[in-house]
Nanobody, 115 residues
């Protein structure tokens, strides 16, 4: 499994940014994909993900501002980030955690929100 995320970028506070992550390889499990982030000096945390039961989970810090979506035909998940805040700054990682085992990560993409 390979996960290729789009580039992040520099955004002003209050702005928006959309990330994408394309999966390739065998035994893909798009319905177990999601996004995590890691700020400098902090632990990696959940941003948003799909669950095998067909639900979505969001981290408390992003609820109401971020939306995860997917295109099954293109094996791609998206993260729409609105009303960005400086505390959203960090490296964003795409993840796939298939129910058959394994835990796959993308290369990480930097999002910087300026105040």
């Amino acid at each position: 499994v390979q996960l290729q995320a789009s580039e992040g970028g520099l955004v002003q506070a209050g702005g928006s940014l959309r990330l994408s992550c394309a999966a390739s390889g065998r035994r893909l499990s798009i319905n177990t994909m999601g996004w995590y982030r890691q700020a400098a000096g902090k632990q990696r945390e959940l941003v948003a993900r799909f669950t095998p039961a067909g639900n979505t989970r969001y981290g408390d810090a992003v609820k109401g501002r971020f939306t995860i979506s997917r295109d099954n035909a293109k094996n791609t998940v998206f993260l729409q980030m609105n009303d960005l805040k400086p505390e959203d700054t960090g490296v964003y990682y795409c993840n796939m955690a298939p129910t058959w085992g394994g835990n796959f990560w993308g290369q990480g993409t930097l999002v910087t929100v300026s105040s």
